[in-house]
C-alpha cells in the first residue's frame, strides 16, 4: 500500500484549459488523461489524499469519474467543492467516494508528516510538511520552505507518491 496526493483536476472544466495552458485540445481530452494518468500510479489498494477542486460537472458525469478511479480516496476539500454542481456531491454524498472529508488535516505516516489543506499556509506546524494545491503552477509562485503544491499543473497531471512529496518540500 502506498499514499498518493493530487489536486485541482478540474474535470469538465473547459476553461481550465486556456487558464492554465493545459495541453488537451478538449474537455473531453483532459477528462481522459487524467483519469488515465490517475490510474498508471495509483493501485487499487493504494491511498490517495485528494486536495480539492475535483469536478465541474454535473453530478452522475463526476460520480461516473469517481467510480473509474482507483485506489482509497480521501477528501481534503477545495473552494470550488463547495458550490455549484459539486456542492450536492461533496457536502450530501461524499461518503458514497472517499472514506473521509475534511477542511485541513495532520496526516502522519511512519516519520513523514503533512499538514493538508487546498490552500497554500504561510507558517504551520514545526515538524510538518505543507501540502496544498490552488495554485495551478502560478507563475513567479516559490514553495516555502517544507511546502509544495501536489496540483496536477505542477505535477504532469499526475498524482505525487508521498516520499516525492516530502522530497520536493524539504530540498
Known amino acids: 500500500m502506498r499514499t498518493f496526493f493530487t489536486s485541482d483536476l478540474h474535470f469538465y472544466h473547459n476553461n481550465i484549459i486556456d487558464f492554465c495552458k493545459r495541453p488537451f485540445g478538449s474537455v473531453e481530452h483532459m477528462n481522459e488523461c487524467l483519469i488515465k494518468n490517475w490510474n498508471s500510479v495509483v493501485g487499487k489498494e493504494d491511498h490517495i489524499w485528494f486536495l480539492g477542486d475535483y469536478s465541474f460537472g454535473k453530478y452522475e458525469e463526476t460520480a461516473e469519474i469517481l467510480a473509474q478511479l482507483k485506489g482509497v480516496k480521501h477528501l481534503i476539500v477545495g473552494n470550488h467543492d463547495r458550490k455549484g454542481r459539486a456542492e450536492k456531491l461533496f457536502n450530501r454524498d461524499w461518503e458514497n467516494w472517499f472514506v473521509d472529508k475534511h477542511d485541513y488535516y495532520r496526516l ?59 522530497n520536493r518540500a524539504i530540498n
Open 108 to 166: 502522519k505516516i511512519g516519520e513523514y508528516k503533512f499538514v493538508l489543506c487546498h490552500f497554500p499556509f504561510s507558517s504551520w506546524e514545526r515538524g510538518y510538511v505543507n501540502l496544498h494545491g490552488h495554485l495551478h503552477s502560478l507563475a513567479g509562485y516559490k514553495n516555502k520552505w517544507r511546502q509544495y503544491d501536489v496540483g496536477a499543473d505542477a505535477n504532469n497531471y499526475t498524482p505525487l507518491l508521498m516520499e516525492d512529496a516530502w
